[in-house]
């Protein structure tokens, strides 16, 4: 969360020449609805089948830049699909994740404690992140271009 994945990933398709799809949005479009509608009104349980479904989906039809959501990691299943594609982690401190996604407005994990649920989420997550990368690319204090250029130059070999 924060890290960039959407901006990042519109930038970098661009700079490779190829098509950017988030699974989030596959998910918001299967649902006809917002995430945290889903979240409200069927659960966290339930939103995470969908996004697994709409990892899986995306990374055996889809040939380009594609972001997954923040949490999308959390499912083994997930983690094993990654496999064999290169995978760009990219890696925020708390007070960038903070001050880019602000303290939870339209983010249901963060509606209650924000900065606290935030920093546990990221302590969770990062070493599942970390396991998949093929590499990590630090977004702290820079702009989404630079990101975007680093990671172009990274995959150079792998493309």
Request: charged share 25%.
């Given at each position: ?58 990374l ?11 949490g999308?990691?959390l ?39 924000p900065r606290?649920?935030l ?16 590499f ?24």
């Amino acid at each position: 969360m924060g890290a960039g994945k959407t901006t990042v990933g519109e930038l970098l398709a661009a700079r490779l020449g190829t098509a950017f799809r988030d699974t989030d949005a596959d998910v918001e479009a299967t649902a006809g609805r917002p995430i945290s509608e889903i979240f409200i009104d069927e659960g966290e349980a339930r939103f995470r089948t969908l996004e697994e479904a709409a990892v899986e989906t995306a990374l055996a039809s889809f040939d380009g830049v594609l972001a997954l959501g923040g949490g999308a990691i959390l499912s083994a299943r997930t983690r094993a699909a990654l496999a064999g594609h290169a995978v760009v982690f990219l890696s925020v401190g708390l007070s960038d994740a903070v001050s880019r996604v602000g303290l939870g407005v339209g983010r249901p994990l963060l509606a209650i404690n924000p900065r606290a649920t935030l920093k546990q989420l990221m302590d969770q997550r990062r070493p599942l992140y970390e396991e998949v990368a093929t590499f990590t690319v630090a977004t702290d204090g820079r702009e989404p271009e630079e990101v975007a250029d680093e990671i172009a130059t990274l995959l150079k070999p792998v493309a």
